[in-house]
């Protein structure tokens, strides 16, 4: 369960750690509490799994990195073995369950073609995959979401 802290911490560092050499510490003042509860709050949040992951967002395309969106057909019954070996790929950002025919979807960022054709001809071989759609990215539209927790 999330506390009026927890939330006031979670719309923090969506947008705004500090680029100091003790980050927490800043957060904590602007929260009214100490380093040690932020740091303690923030390890809670991710071992709960509201948080993920802690780090910054780069244009990735200026970075020299390519970006494809995947859809995948997958047997029912083979999906959280699909879902389990796509996660396990480092570039894979987001993997998420949907309705229909393409029952898988995942995001993917590669340092160039040749390391996303690696990847996407490694997944379209799982067992259980019935087709693999490559959607390549053409156009940015956002760079980033925010989540407002009241």
Same mark, same amino acid.
């Given at each position: 369960?999330?506390?009026?802290?927890?939330?006031?911490?979670?719309?923090?560092?969506?947008?705004?750690?500090? $680029?100091?050499?003790?980050?927490? &510490?800043?957060?904590?003042?602007?929260?009214?509490?100490?380093?040690?509860?932020?740091?303690?709050? $923030?390890? *809670?949040?991710?071992?709960?799994?509201?948080?993920?992951?802690?780090?910054?967002?780069?244009?990735?395309?200026?970075?020299?990195?390519?970006?494809?969106?995947?859809?995948?057909?997958?047997?029912?019954?083979?999906?959280?073995?699909?879902?389990?070996?796509?996660?396990?790929?480092?570039?894979?950002?987001?993997?998420?369950?949907?309705?229909?025919?393409?029952?898988?979807? *995942?995001?993917?960022?590669?340092?160039?073609?040749?390391?996303?054709?690696?990847?996407?001809?490694?997944?379209?071989?799982?067992?259980?995959?019935?087709? $693999?759609?490559?959607?390549? &990215?053409?156009?940015?539209?956002?760079?980033?979401?925010?989540?407002?927790?009241?």
């Amino acid at each position: 369960m999330l506390n009026d802290f927890d939330k006031q911490l979670l719309n923090i560092i969506q947008s705004d750690i500090p $680029l100091v050499s003790r980050p927490f &510490a800043v957060l904590a003042e602007r929260l009214g509490a100490d380093e040690a509860t932020v740091i303690e709050r $923030l390890r *809670f949040l991710r071992e709960n799994g509201f948080i993920r992951r802690i780090g910054p967002f780069f244009d990735s395309a200026r970075l020299g990195y390519v970006s494809t969106l995947v859809a995948l057909a997958v047997e029912p019954d083979d999906l959280p073995a699909v879902a389990a070996a796509v996660n396990a790929y480092p570039g894979v950002t987001h993997n998420y369950e949907r309705e229909g025919a393409y029952n898988l979807w *995942f995001a993917l960022l590669s340092p160039n073609m040749a390391a996303q054709e690696r990847v996407l001809a490694a997944v379209g071989g799982l067992p259980g995959i019935k087709r $693999l759609l490559n959607l390549p &990215a053409t156009k940015k539209f956002k760079v980033n979401v925010r989540f407002t927790l009241e």
